[in-house]
């Protein structure tokens, strides 16, 4: 609804911060009416709730103001591509800086292996201060706008980030938005006895509130740090610690705290990041009596984020990595009216999960069983799609998929822990359970790709046969990845067929925490292999090049909502269809260790079928039922046909 006191004051903000560029000021014009209905919903009954309004405008005006000439040249550029990050021609890898390649100076020296495998978008893995032993990977932020000194300065940022852009190549950084490290100067000053610092926190006099608290919420590390709060002796008070007991959650009750942290998103925005990932967005609104995670203040909250960004750094993506149920994750893309204006990206973890499930059954059912939930995505946002990352492997798909494909879910769970843990006898996988819980059994999963699917099993006993076999699936993992729609993220080492990293056992810092097996420190020397025919790095990296070469050359695999999921009677073979128009490409991946047929019909096109299709990954031309009535599939293999 058109107010005309606050297009006032729109137009008195933009006069006093000499901005006068129109599309600026058409962009704030049609977002300031839900800026202010947004921060009225979660806000309007803060007793200074019109001044902090008031700053929170000044903000967005200022971002625009410090943004830089060519950062503005480039948001015009994205806005003429349209939804730039829907092309096929991204590709992402993501990784450590100092595990990569050892400080951020070193990184332009990396680009053109990057760049000869294909990838083009880099998310970089947390880069800010962080306490040692005491930073969950780089997720407890000590200062959310200086780099960790050994990695290097914001201003080698600037200077990377400018390097990428010459390359038309994208970057990615975090932003950690639930909670800081108790290091952080507003938890110095809380500590310090500052009330004002006490209300950007939870914390509380006695275990009243937190005893009810924790009776709902679930606990997220339940070995290394059980309990969702710990005692400050120091205060005499609990303070909210969902994560581990040095990162202390922040009070998004307390509208100042909003406009700090969308500060530290303007900051980055401003740097040159095209995409900002905000980690665990789930989390960001507490209520007693919940769960604590999904509730509408968050996506509000997420939502006021986007509409601000959207009017001061247009360019810059938002990814909410949301690792929740599928029905849930589907509304961090927005909803209603809403809908594809709170995160443009989402983690495709649901899918992410059911290719291990397929791979450690050979059963795809329960891959299919999560389709419904998964193509309800709205047109305009996409996925981002993987097959590991740095964190744990979770089986966070639903209890209803796995009974429709006839399994009991507790058992079924438990067969694939044990699979990928090396306790199910016959499996070659060789991972390990993270965050098992002792009062529910349930646990997530760390390992490499390499090692999950394997290889560091056949190494270790040099049979060719099972090394070819684990080589068949990764590339059969990284396939489905590249077309199942959205932005593939490769993690690095994965490129390399790097297995599992055990040298994180001599670190105190890290011992505790298994994930650190599958973050591997590159060996350079090792990597040259990559370009040494026969060695199993050149196998996994030379496939990776042809898998994202072929991607790009296919506009029909852009994130257009344009997936079609194939009903078939083999419980192997998962397939779907990617089309525009009357142009269309069937994919076929066989998950199986034993080879398997699916019928010709399959490609059956408006009742007809073609004499011959083309396998795009293979090369081969294949003659329609001249031989057989079925397309046979060897074991892991795929086929990319047209």
Same mark, same amino acid.
């Given at each position: 609804?058109?107010?005309?006191?606050?297009?006032?004051?729109?137009?008195?903000?933009?006069?006093?911060?000499?901005?006068?560029?129109?599309?600026?000021?058409?962009?704030?014009?049609?977002?300031?009416?839900?800026?202010?209905?947004?921060?009225?919903?979660?806000?309007?009954?803060?007793?200074?709730?019109?001044?902090?309004?008031?700053?929170?405008?000044?903000?967005?005006?200022?971002?625009?103001?410090?943004?830089?000439?060519?950062?503005?040249?480039?948001?015009?550029?994205?806005?003429?591509?349209?939804?730039?990050?829907?092309?096929?021609?991204?590709?992402?890898?993501?990784?450590?800086?100092?595990?990569?390649?050892?400080?951020?100076?070193? %990184?332009?020296?990396?680009?053109?292996?990057?760049?000869?495998?294909?990838?083009?978008?880099?998310?970089?893995?947390?880069?800010?201060?962080?306490?040692?032993?005491?930073?969950?990977?780089?997720?407890?932020?000590?200062?959310?706008?200086?780099?960790?000194? $050994?990695?290097?300065?914001?201003?080698? %940022?600037?200077?990377?980030?400018?390097?990428?852009?010459? =390359?038309?190549?994208? %970057?990615?950084?975090?932003?950690?938005?639930?909670?800081?490290?108790?290091?952080?100067?507003?938890?110095?000053?809380?500590?310090?006895?500052?009330?004002?610092?006490?209300?950007?926190?939870?914390?509380?006099?006695?275990?009243?509130?937190?005893?009810?608290?924790?009776?709902?919420?679930?606990?997220?590390?339940?070995?290394?740090?059980?309990?969702?709060?710990?005692?400050?002796?120091?205060?005499?008070?609990?303070?909210?610690?969902?994560?581990?007991?040095?990162?202390?959650?922040?009070?998004?009750?307390?509208?100042?705290?909003?406009?700090?942290?969308?500060?530290?998103?303007?900051?980055?925005?401003?740097?040159?990041?095209?995409?900002?990932?905000?980690?665990?967005?789930?989390?960001?609104?507490?209520?007693?009596?919940?769960?604590?995670?999904?509730?509408?203040?968050?996506?509000?909250?997420?939502?006021?984020?986007?509409?601000?960004?959207?009017?001061?750094?247009?360019?810059?993506?938002?990814?909410?990595?949301?690792?929740?149920?599928?029905?849930?994750?589907?509304?961090?893309?927005?909803?209603?009216?809403?809908?594809?204006? =709170?995160?443009?990206?989402?983690?495709?973890?649901?899918?992410?999960?059911?290719?291990?499930?397929?791979?450690?059954?050979?059963?795809?059912?329960?891959?299919?069983?999560?389709?419904?939930?998964?193509? $309800?995505?709205?047109?305009?946002?996409?996925?981002?799609?993987?097959?590991?990352?740095?964190?744990?492997?979770?089986?966070?798909?639903?209890?209803?998929?796995?009974?429709?494909?006839?399994?009991?879910?507790?058992?079924?769970?438990?067969?694939?822990?044990?699979?990928?843990?090396?306790?199910?006898?016959?499996?070659?996988?060789?991972?390990?359970?993270?965050?098992?819980?002792?009062?529910?059994?349930?646990?997530?999963?760390?390992?490499?790709?390499?090692?999950?699917?394997?290889?560091?099993?056949?190494?270790?006993?040099?049979?060719?046969?099972?090394?070819?076999?684990?080589?068949?699936?990764?590339?059969?993992?990284?396939?489905?990845?590249?077309?199942?729609?959205?932005?593939?993220?490769?993690?690095?080492?994965?490129?390399?067929?790097?297995?599992?990293?055990?040298?994180?056992?001599?670190?105190?810092?890290?011992?505790?925490?298994?994930?650190?097996?599958?973050?591997?420190?590159?060996?350079?020397?090792?990597?040259?292999?990559?370009?040494?025919?026969?060695?199993? =790095?050149?196998?996994?990296?030379?496939?990776?090049?042809? %898998?994202?070469?072929?991607?790009?050359? @296919?506009?029909?695999?852009?994130?257009?909502?344009?997936?079609?999921?194939?009903?078939?009677?083999?419980?192997?073979?998962?397939?779907?269809?990617?089309?525009?128009?009357?142009?269309?490409?069937?994919?076929?991946?066989?998950?199986?260790?034993?080879?398997?047929?699916?019928?010709?019909?399959?490609?059956?096109?408006?009742?007809?079928?073609?004499?011959?299709?083309?396998?795009?990954?293979?090369? =081969?031309? @294949?003659?329609?039922?001249?031989?057989?009535?079925?397309?046979?599939?060897?074991?892991?293999?795929?086929?990319?046909?047209?």
């Amino acid at each position: 609804m058109y107010n005309p006191a606050l297009q006032h004051k729109l137009h008195e903000l933009v006069k006093s911060h000499k901005i006068k560029d129109a599309k600026f000021v058409e962009r704030f014009t049609a977002n300031i009416d839900d800026i202010q209905s947004h921060f009225n919903a979660i806000y309007g009954n803060h007793p200074h709730a019109a001044n902090l309004f008031q700053s929170l405008l000044n903000s967005i005006c200022q971002a625009y103001v410090d943004r830089s000439d060519d950062l503005k040249k480039r948001d015009a550029q994205k806005e003429k591509k349209g939804q730039w990050f829907l092309s096929q021609d991204l590709v992402g890898m993501s990784l450590y800086v100092d595990r990569f390649a050892g400080q951020i100076n070193d %990184l332009p020296s990396k680009l053109p292996y990057l760049q000869k495998l294909g990838v083009n978008f880099l998310h970089l893995m947390p880069l800010f201060k962080s306490p040692e032993g005491e930073s969950d990977g780089g997720y407890a932020v000590e200062d959310f706008r200086v780099v960790e000194d $050994r990695l290097g300065t914001i201003e080698d %940022l600037r200077k990377f980030q400018s390097a990428l852009q010459k =390359e038309d190549m994208y %970057l990615m950084i975090d932003i950690v938005l639930n909670h800081t490290s108790h290091h952080h100067e507003w938890a110095k000053l809380a500590k310090s006895g500052i009330k004002e610092y006490q209300e950007y926190f939870y914390m509380y006099d006695d275990r009243r509130i937190p005893d009810q608290m924790e009776e709902t919420m679930p606990e997220i590390f339940p070995e290394s740090s059980p309990g969702s709060f710990t005692y400050e002796e120091k205060l005499d008070k609990w303070v909210m610690t969902v994560f581990h007991h040095y990162q202390w959650d922040l009070n998004y009750t307390n509208p100042k705290v909003f406009i700090e942290m969308l500060g530290n998103v303007f900051f980055y925005a401003n740097l040159g990041v095209d995409v900002v990932r905000i980690d665990a967005p789930a989390f960001i609104w507490k209520q007693v009596g919940t769960s604590c995670q999904n509730l509408p203040e968050a996506h509000q909250l997420l939502q006021l984020i986007k509409m601000c960004t959207e009017v001061a750094t247009p360019g810059m993506a938002i990814l909410g990595e949301a690792i929740v149920a599928p029905a849930q994750i589907m509304e961090y893309f927005g909803t209603g009216r809403y809908a594809t204006h =709170e995160c443009d990206f989402a983690y495709n973890a649901t899918q992410m999960a059911v290719q291990w499930d397929a791979l450690a059954t050979g059963d795809v059912r329960i891959m299919q069983n999560a389709q419904h939930e998964l193509l $309800r995505k709205p047109l305009g946002a996409t996925w981002l799609t993987y097959t590991r990352c740095h964190d744990d492997i979770g089986l966070g798909y639903d209890d209803y998929m796995i009974e429709q494909a006839g399994f009991t879910p507790y058992d079924h769970r438990s067969y694939i822990k044990n699979y990928y843990s090396g306790a199910q006898p016959g499996s070659p996988a060789k991972g390990a359970l993270f965050a098992v819980n002792p009062k529910t059994q349930d646990a997530r999963l760390s390992g490499s790709l390499a090692s999950l699917c394997g290889l560091e099993s056949a190494i270790e006993k040099n049979d060719k046969a099972a090394i070819q076999t684990s080589i068949d699936k990764i590339i059969l993992m990284q396939a489905m990845s590249m077309f199942v729609g959205g932005v593939p993220m490769l993690f690095y080492g994965d490129e390399a067929g790097y297995t599992n990293d055990y040298s994180y056992l001599n670190d105190s810092g890290k011992s505790y925490d298994n994930r650190w097996m599958h973050r591997p420190i590159i060996d350079w020397d090792r990597n040259k292999s990559v370009g040494k025919k026969g060695t199993t =790095e050149n196998q996994v990296y030379s496939a990776l090049q042809q %898998l994202i070469k072929l991607r790009r050359s @296919l506009p029909i695999v852009a994130d257009l909502k344009n997936i079609q999921w194939l009903e078939n009677h083999n419980n192997s073979i998962a397939g779907f269809v990617r089309y525009i128009g009357e142009e269309k490409i069937t994919c076929l991946f066989n998950f199986s260790s034993a080879p398997q047929e699916i019928t010709w019909f399959i490609m059956d096109s408006n009742g007809q079928r073609p004499a011959q299709v083309k396998d795009l990954w293979s090369g =081969e031309t @294949l003659n329609v039922g001249m031989d057989h009535d079925h397309l046979r599939l060897e074991p892991y293999q795929f086929r990319i046909l047209r």
